[in-house]
């Protein structure tokens, strides 16, 4: 589930979710970024 999108200055755009961390889609590709808790 998303709960927040962000348009950041480069043109990036961020995804805050309630699972997967946080997104960055970058117009090629989704990194995801979570914390090191989460990757266990």
Not at 22 to 37: A, L, M, P
């Amino acid at each position: 589930m998303i709960f927040g999108i962000l348009e950041a200055n480069d043109g990036s755009i961020w995804f805050g979710t309630m699972v997967d961390g946080v997104c960055r889609y970058d117009g090629k590709t989704i990194t995801n970024f979570k914390s090191k808790e989460d990757q266990k």
